[in-house]
């Protein structure tokens, strides 16, 4: 009897019915902190992911419509207008004014001067007015330089000086002013192309918060098991995979990109650095050089037209990686806590 009595004494005791009142009181309060810090970490990691994703694709973007094509007609106006100067010393020095088809090359690379700038103007920032203009007047010269002067034999070498002035004078010349816009083009292609700290911050930020969300899915899982008798809730395993989906599949896929783009990048710099031959025999090859780097970098940026299937697909999975936790955690708390109050 002495015994039953102690058994009821310790099986109603103050301290025994807290414990069994409590137990459940801090089981709900345990998941309701997982929650809350799981959906805190989820949209902190889907906006970081979706604005570094969003930079990334934006870059490769950029670089492929409008900074490497203009890089690119930059390179090959300035080629074409020393082609064209070139052809056209060749004319008056062979004594060819006059002749039947002479000046068609000088003409058409002239030609392709003017419709390659004319085709870049909408994809820099830069004023090509200035530049344009200057070559329509250097265009002139050099018409007026291989036009027939019966009666003053020696105005083709003046008009060609005048002409090679326009093309040459420093700082203020054709050939200057196109260095210069080459300059600023390739200076913007390498800031598109490069990864900066802002944007390694944003992935380091998106990565941290996803690691986090991951070890967290681990506790709430191992919670519900053990302290709730639960099987592992189908909402928090799929989070959880889709998880370590978005921390792998958009950072590989990043710097594949970066990696692509530096190629481009490496490209574009060289088109640049043969587009500044002077003279010479070796303009034809410049020029071909130049067609045949320009395609590499089409074929390289194009490689990167599926970082848009990835961005949209970062989109929608960062929007499921907030959705899915707070239904696993959601619906079992209301059904055995919240519905009890």
């Known amino acids: 009897m002495t015994a039953g009595r102690a058994a009821s004494r310790l099986r109603y005791s103050p301290a025994a019915f807290w414990r069994r009142r409590l137990s459940p009181w801090r089981t709900r309060r345990l998941l309701?902190?997982?929650l809350l810090v799981l959906f805190l970490l989820t949209a902190v990691a889907a906006t970081a992911l979706f604005l570094s994703c969003r930079q990334a694709q934006h870059g490769a973007e950029a670089l492929a419509s409008r900074e490497a094509p203009a890089v690119q007609g930059l390179a090959a106006a300035r080629l074409a207008v020393l082609?064209?100067?070139?052809?056209?010393?060749?004319?008056?020095?062979?004594?060819?004014?006059?002749?039947?088809?002479?000046?068609?090359?000088?003409?058409s690379q002239l030609s392709a001067a003017d419709q390659g700038l004319s085709r870049i103007a909408d994809r820099t920032d830069q004023d090509l007015g200035t530049v344009k203009g200057l070559l329509t007047t250097y265009s002139n010269s050099l018409g007026l330089a291989t036009s027939l002067y019966r009666d003053h034999p020696l105005m083709p070498e003046q008009k060609l000086q005048e002409a090679e002035s326009l093309l040459t004078r420093e700082s203020v010349g054709l050939?200057?002013?196109l260095d210069a816009?080459?300059?600023?083009?390739?200076?913007?292609?390498?800031?598109?192309?490069?990864m900066g700290p802002w944007q390694r911050g944003g992935w380091w930020?998106?990565?941290?918060?996803?690691?986090?969300?991951?070890?967290?899915?681990?506790?709430?899982?191992?919670v519900l098991r053990d302290r709730c008798g639960r099987?592992?809730?189908?909402?928090?395993l799929a989070a959880f995979v889709l998880t370590v989906l978005l921390a792998v599949v958009p950072l590989m896929t990043t710097y594949s990109t970066v990696d692509d783009l530096g190629g481009a990048l490496a490209d574009l710099r060289q088109i640049t650095d043969v587009s500044r031959?002077?003279?010479?025999?070796?303009?034809?090859?410049?020029?071909?050089?130049?067609?045949?780097?320009?395609e590499e970098v089409r074929e390289e940026t194009a490689e990167n037209a599926w970082t848009d299937t990835v961005y949209r697909g970062a989109l929608v999975g960062s929007t499921l990686a907030i959705v899915l936790p707070v239904l696993g955690l959601g619906l079992r708390l209301d059904n055995d806590y919240w519905r009890r109050r």
């Open 32 to 34: 309701e902190a997982h």
């Open 181 to 194: 816009l080459q300059r600023v083009q390739l200076e913007h292609a390498e800031a598109t192309a490069t």
């Open 175 to 177: 050939t200057h002013r």
């Open 231 to 236: 099987d592992w809730n189908p909402y928090l």
């Open 83 to 107: 082609r064209a100067d070139q052809e056209a010393h060749a004319l008056v020095r062979m004594n060819l004014i006059g002749v039947a088809g002479s000046g068609e090359t000088y003409r």
């Open 277 to 294: 031959r002077e003279d010479g025999p070796g303009l034809a090859e410049a020029q071909q050089l130049v067609t045949e780097k320009s």
């Open 205 to 222: 930020v998106a990565e941290l918060a996803l690691a986090a969300v991951a070890l967290t899915l681990l506790s709430a899982l191992f």
